[in-house]
């Protein structure tokens, strides 16, 4: 607490110099630039019309903790993932394990690392595209960012308008719709250098025809990235591969919008997407066949944005979204209806060699087996069918009420193989002849593991919320949801190294999620919020431990925990949002008491994850958007917040140890005590006889210091020692690490030209001084196997090239 107080004190003093710069701005401010400059400017007095409450206003006007980034941010960022935005938006964190694989959290609500074999669980942060919920924990699609009207971050619990997964809040990717009124189109360009040995780049477009003026329109976009890498991995043969983790994103999307009358718009939509990757952004530390330690075969050290492979890894994330929205207004009411079907097959396919050879050792097999390659193939098939229908008032008036339902239906099929050419024939002559076919449990020959998970989960949904003027400038807001979940899956199990499980779980829950708020304009300026709501996020069952990997202690400390129960929290927070024209600046306070907080641990020597309920844990902190433009053409922006994220309660074994360092006093894993964005920018006129501009950028983010999962701040800085005697090495030796991510910064630059005839250049540097920051750390059968950190993109110069028409 004194060390969050200290924190606070710091950004109360950091807001007081916003507030005192923003009154002496307002003094001294100058003629508004002109529409042009404002495309390239971040001018204050820009009207940002958002959605969060499910009607359109603006993000001054919405009575809670919001942000919005629009088209021009994003461009002015030249950000190409979410992760990219997140570091200017206050209370957002990404944990970033690679593309298409990005955890969100917001306001420090979070339960650390969800990693690729833990299907069942439910994602914190609801992510949407437009109205349809595209949110897979681990899996939430990277959409491409081109054409997007905004980015919109509803912080604190959505679950009265969004349902479960926003227990932490909202993420909205609102796409710029079909316009029948006029033609336009978009080409932009890009090439950039990452690593300084790389190339990476994009083209997209996009084209909005009207078909029949002011009644039908068509919008088609289309995209292609590659992903320069940056990631080099070492070979048993000696050699090195270089930017293993390259890659590349392509798609579109294709909307239509009709309008047979001012009173009834239709817009159905589809989106397909591909993303593949070569390999990771993992950085290795030990290998289990490249340490320092071995004797029998060369000693390695790996170094900087290194890994060592037997395998090639890669990642593939194919997407179909196909949608329609359809809005009636029936007088003073309005009847909205969407409906939305999503198609999603994804491969993560690992060199789990190390894990695998580990095993091996333990076995006691030979050293040719211990180094057959091993390939880990996590497979999810998702199909999900939604339907919504609202219905609200459609008129102004000092009440307005909406009410709705919502159904869904996921199926969702996760297989996962360990195909190891050849461990058959070993296995069968250390363990017996036999073996391998009697523990097979039905599954194919040479793959020690494989699980079959199929998963149905079943929602249905009634919500409604009214707000009435109680005066002119007092407006009080109450609303609830009521919503019931079942969820069923089947576990099947095979392979020497899985238990031959067969079982049937089902997970029901049902209950209500309150909100209440009241707004206050104090002033033309200045408006104050109040708010209480509660979120949920729902429960599931564990995938049974490894029993045959696991050391006796583990198997004891991990094998109790088979389910865990829904996750709940109540926000409160109070905020002040401040428009003057020349300056914005928006703040809240607020508190978020967490029952039975879903954790993530690693299962130590099991290879396995479990998710178990912490009883009691809380999130509190301040969070801040400011942005000014002191004289013409200059615009400053800050964005930063302050969290304490803690346990409230310990939880132990039968021997009254910890568990997994879910310790009174401790910290939620994955999010910073302190984040902040400064941004500023300079735009002037080329020459008196055109509108086009000219503009400089810079930006500076600090990201604090942070930890992967809750057991990685005891016994820190932590001593590995493998247990596994191979290669010459005595598997006594410890590799120690600091499992605390430091804090680090990012300073990004840029500089262009937007010329009258619609033409844009710019070129920048991200990541001026070649930061290589950790963003979660990577362990392998609790650390025996293989350590290793997630890192961030290099230092990587660009030029885009814009032409609109």
């Given at each position: 607490m004194?060390n969050f107080?200290?924190r606070?004190?710091r950004s109360?003093?950091?807001l007081?110099g916003c507030s005192a710069a923003a009154?002496?701005?307002?003094g001294?401010?100058?003629?508004q630039?002109?529409?042009e400059e404002?495309?390239?400017?971040t001018g204050?007095?820009?009207?940002?019309?958002v959605?969060?409450?499910?009607?359109?206003?603006?993000?001054?006007?919405?009575p809670?903790s919001i942000?919005?980034?629009t088209?021009a941010d994003?461009?002015?960022a030249?950000a190409?993932t979410?992760e990219d935005?997140?570091?200017?938006?206050a209370?957002l964190?990404i944990q970033?394990?690679?593309?298409?694989?990005?955890q969100?959290?917001?306001r420090?609500?979070?339960a650390g690392q969800?990693v690729r074999d833990?299907?069942g669980?439910?994602?914190q942060?609801g992510v949407?595209?437009d109205e349809?919920?595209i949110s897979?924990s681990?899996?939430?699609?990277d959409?491409?960012l081109?054409?997007?009207?905004r980015i919109?971050?509803?912080?604190?619990p959505?679950g009265t308008?969004?349902?479960s997964?926003?227990?932490?809040?909202?993420?909205r990717?609102?796409?710029?719709q079909?316009?029948p009124?006029?033609?336009?189109?978009a080409?932009?360009?890009n090439?950039?250098?990452?690593d300084?040995?790389d190339?990476?780049?994009?083209l997209?477009?996009m084209?909005?025809?009207p078909?029949a003026?002011?009644?039908?329109?068509v919008?088609?976009?289309?995209y292609y990235t590659?992903f320069g890498g940056?990631i080099d991995?070492?070979?048993?043969?000696?050699g090195?591969d270089e930017?293993?983790?390259?890659g590349?994103?392509?798609g579109?999307r294709?909307?239509?919008?009709?309008?047979?009358?001012?009173d009834?718009t239709?817009t159905?939509r589809i989106?397909?997407?591909q993303i593949e990757?070569d390999?990771?952004n993992?950085?290795?530390?030990?290998?289990?066949f490249?340490?320092?330690?071995?004797?029998?075969?060369?000693?390695?050290?790996l170094?900087e944005?290194?890994q060592?492979l037997?395998?090639?890894e890669?990642?593939?994330?194919?997407?179909?979204i196909?949608?329609?929205?359809?809005s009636?207004?029936?007088?003073?009411?309005?009847?909205?209806?969407?409906?939305?079907?999503?198609?999603?097959?994804?491969?993560v396919?690992?060199?789990?060699s190390?894990?695998?050879g580990?095993?091996?050792?333990?076995?006691g097999?030979?050293?040719?087996?211990?180094?057959?390659?091993?390939?880990?193939?996590?497979?999810t098939?998702v199909?999900?069918?939604t339907?919504?229908?609202?219905?609200?008032s459609?008129?102004?008036g000092?009440?307005q009420?909406?009410?709705?339902a919502?159904?869904a239906n996921?199926?969702?099929f996760y297989?996962?193989r360990l195909?190891?050419?050849?461990y058959?024939a070993f296995?069968?002559?250390?363990?017996?002849?036999?073996?391998?076919?009697?523990?097979?449990?039905?599954?194919?020959?040479d793959?020690p593991?494989?699980?079959?998970?199929?998963?149905?989960?079943?929602?249905?949904?009634?919500?409604?919320e009214?707000?009435?003027?109680?005066t002119?400038?007092?407006?009080?807001?109450?609303g609830a949801?009521?919503?019931?979940?079942?969820?069923?899956?089947r576990?099947t199990?095979?392979?020497l190294f899985a238990?031959?499980?067969d079982?049937?779980?089902?997970?029901k829950?049902d209950g209500?999620?309150?909100?209440f708020?009241?707004s206050?304009?104090?002033?033309d300026?200045?408006?104050l919020?109040a708010?209480?709501?509660?979120?949920f996020?729902?429960?599931?069952?564990?995938d049974?431990?490894?029993l045959t990997?696991?050391?006796p202690?583990?198997?004891a400390i991990?094998?109790?925990f088979?389910?865990?129960?829904?996750e709940?929290?109540?926000?409160y927070?109070v905020?002040?949002?401040v428009?003057?024209g020349d300056m914005?600046f928006?703040?809240?306070?607020f508190y978020?008491d967490?029952s039975?907080l879903q954790v993530?641990?690693?299962?130590?020597?099991c290879?396995?994850?479990?998710?178990?309920?912490?009883?009691?844990a809380?999130?509190m902190?301040?969070?801040?958007?400011?942005?000014?433009?002191?004289?013409?053409g200059?615009?400053?922006?800050?964005?930063g917040?302050?969290?304490?994220?803690?346990?409230?309660?310990?939880v132990?074994?039968g021997t009254?140890?910890v568990?997994?360092?879910?310790?009174d006093?401790?910290?939620?894993?994955?999010?910073p005590n302190?984040?902040?964005a400064v941004?500023t920018?300079y735009?002037?006129p080329?020459d008196?006889?055109s509108d086009?501009?000219?503009?400089?950028r810079a930006?500076?983010?600090h990201?604090g210091?942070?930890?992967?999962?809750?057991?990685?701040q005891?016994n820190?800085p932590?001593?590995?020692?493998?247990g596994?005697?191979?290669?010459?090495a005595?598997?006594?030796?410890?590799?120690?690490?600091d499992?605390n991510?430091?804090?680090?910064?990012?300073?990004?630059?840029s500089?262009?030209v937007g010329?009258?005839?619609?033409?844009d250049?710019?070129?920048y540097?991200?990541?001026?001084?070649?930061?290589n920051a950790?963003?979660?750390?990577?362990?392998?059968?609790g650390?025996?196997a293989?350590?290793?950190?997630q890192?961030?993109?290099p230092r990587t110069?660009?030029v885009t090239?814009r032409?609109r028409?």
């Amino acid at each position: 607490m004194k060390n969050f107080i200290a924190r606070l004190s710091r950004s109360v003093i950091i807001l007081s110099g916003c507030s005192a710069a923003a009154l002496l701005a307002g003094g001294v401010a100058q003629a508004q630039p002109s529409d042009e400059e404002q495309a390239a400017d971040t001018g204050s007095d820009d009207v940002i019309i958002v959605t969060a409450t499910r009607r359109e206003e603006t993000i001054q006007d919405v009575p809670f903790s919001i942000n919005a980034q629009t088209e021009a941010d994003i461009e002015r960022a030249n950000a190409s993932t979410i992760e990219d935005i997140a570091r200017n938006v206050a209370g957002l964190t990404i944990q970033n394990l690679g593309p298409g694989q990005s955890q969100v959290a917001v306001r420090g609500v979070s339960a650390g690392q969800i990693v690729r074999d833990q299907p069942g669980v439910k994602e914190q942060v609801g992510v949407y595209l437009d109205e349809s919920v595209i949110s897979l924990s681990l899996f939430t699609p990277d959409i491409d960012l081109f054409d997007l009207n905004r980015i919109e971050t509803l912080r604190g619990p959505q679950g009265t308008l969004f349902g479960s997964g926003s227990v932490g809040g909202t993420l909205r990717y609102i796409t710029n719709q079909p316009d029948p009124d006029f033609f336009e189109g978009a080409i932009e360009g890009n090439l950039n250098l990452v690593d300084g040995d790389d190339i990476g780049g994009h083209l997209r477009g996009m084209v909005n025809v009207p078909i029949a003026e002011g009644v039908a329109a068509v919008r088609a976009v289309g995209y292609y990235t590659e992903f320069g890498g940056y990631i080099d991995a070492l070979r048993e043969s000696g050699g090195i591969d270089e930017d293993v983790n390259s890659g590349r994103r392509y798609g579109g999307r294709l909307a239509l919008v009709v309008q047979p009358s001012p009173d009834v718009t239709i817009t159905p939509r589809i989106l397909y997407q591909q993303i593949e990757t070569d390999g990771f952004n993992r950085q290795e530390a030990y290998n289990l066949f490249a340490n320092p330690f071995t004797t029998t075969r060369p000693p390695i050290q790996l170094g900087e944005r290194q890994q060592y492979l037997l395998l090639d890894e890669e990642f593939r994330d194919e997407t179909l979204i196909a949608d329609l929205a359809m809005s009636f207004v029936l007088g003073s009411v309005q009847l909205d209806s969407i409906t939305s079907y999503t198609n999603r097959e994804i491969l993560v396919s690992r060199d789990a060699s190390a894990l695998t050879g580990s095993v091996s050792v333990d076995l006691g097999y030979p050293g040719a087996a211990v180094l057959l390659p091993s390939n880990l193939r996590d497979t999810t098939d998702v199909e999900q069918i939604t339907q919504e229908i609202r219905l609200g008032s459609a008129d102004p008036g000092p009440f307005q009420w909406l009410v709705g339902a919502f159904y869904a239906n996921t199926d969702r099929f996760y297989r996962q193989r360990l195909p190891t050419p050849g461990y058959d024939a070993f296995t069968d002559a250390v363990l017996g002849a036999g073996t391998s076919a009697a523990v097979a449990n039905g599954f194919g020959p040479d793959s020690p593991y494989n699980a079959d998970l199929p998963y149905t989960l079943e929602q249905i949904a009634v919500f409604g919320e009214a707000s009435y003027d109680i005066t002119d400038r007092l407006t009080a807001t109450a609303g609830a949801r009521y919503y019931d979940y079942r969820e069923e899956r089947r576990f099947t199990s095979g392979g020497l190294f899985a238990n031959g499980d067969d079982q049937t779980d089902e997970t029901k829950s049902d209950g209500v999620t309150p909100r209440f708020l009241l707004s206050w304009e104090a002033s033309d300026d200045i408006t104050l919020n109040a708010q209480a709501s509660r979120g949920f996020r729902l429960g599931g069952v564990n995938d049974p431990l490894n029993l045959t990997l696991c050391s006796p202690g583990d198997a004891a400390i991990f094998g109790a925990f088979q389910d865990y129960d829904d996750e709940t929290l109540w926000n409160y927070e109070v905020g002040m949002k401040v428009d003057t024209g020349d300056m914005r600046f928006n703040a809240a306070l607020f508190y978020n008491d967490i029952s039975n907080l879903q954790v993530t641990l690693d299962a130590g020597s099991c290879s396995s994850r479990v998710v178990f309920n912490v009883p009691q844990a809380h999130t509190m902190g301040l969070e801040f958007e400011f942005s000014v433009q002191p004289v013409e053409g200059w615009d400053v922006g800050i964005a930063g917040s302050v969290i304490e994220a803690q346990f409230d309660a310990t939880v132990v074994d039968g021997t009254g140890a910890v568990i997994g360092g879910i310790r009174d006093g401790n910290r939620l894993p994955s999010v910073p005590n302190f984040q902040i964005a400064v941004n500023t920018g300079y735009s002037f006129p080329i020459d008196s006889s055109s509108d086009s501009i000219g503009f400089v950028r810079a930006s500076l983010q600090h990201v604090g210091d942070r930890y992967t999962q809750p057991s990685d701040q005891e016994n820190n800085p932590r001593s590995f020692v493998s247990g596994l005697p191979f290669g010459g090495a005595p598997g006594t030796a410890a590799t120690i690490l600091d499992l605390n991510l430091p804090s680090y910064e990012i300073v990004n630059v840029s500089a262009g030209v937007g010329l009258d005839s619609g033409l844009d250049i710019s070129a920048y540097i991200n990541n001026l001084f070649d930061t290589n920051a950790l963003q979660s750390f990577d362990r392998e059968r609790g650390g025996r196997a293989r350590l290793g950190f997630q890192v961030i993109q290099p230092r990587t110069y660009g030029v885009t090239v814009r032409q609109r028409f």
